[in-house]
């Protein structure tokens, strides 16, 4: 009875730790998948920052408050976390992130904003 009750908890242990690294293996992914997009662009509205924290990447136009960046099906394009909006980055022949473009439903209106990488 000893060694089914020992199997039982075996494989329990064994499937939740199993999990428990794939967890910590996807997130590992992730914050690798968002290290292209991570710096500093220069737009005419301010500077607008990209960085990860807590495992999510971060994204703020200077003095506007931060909003968390998702990734989406599309290469290069992230959805903009609790708004109807999106972020586009563009690389350069050296297949670098050179620059990003804001894109958010306002009141209706699309709002757009172009900046430049500077670090």
Known sequence: MKKI????LYCI?????????????AAEVDTLA???YVGKY???YGK??????NKQLFGELEGQGAAELLLTDTPDELKINGMEGKVVFTRN?????????ISVSANGS???IEGERVE
Not at 93 to 101: F, G, N, S, Y
């Open 13 to 25: 242990f064994g499937f939740f730790s199993q999990i428990s690294a794939q967890s910590t293996a």
């Open 42 to 44: 220069e737009s005419p």
């Open 93 to 101: 022949d050296e297949k670098k992130i050179a620059k990003l473009k």
């Open 34 to 36: 968002f290290m292209p």
């Open 48 to 53: 607008i920052k990209v960085w990860i924290e």
């Open 110 to 112: 699309l709002q757009e």
């Open 5 to 8: 009750v020992f199997a039982i």
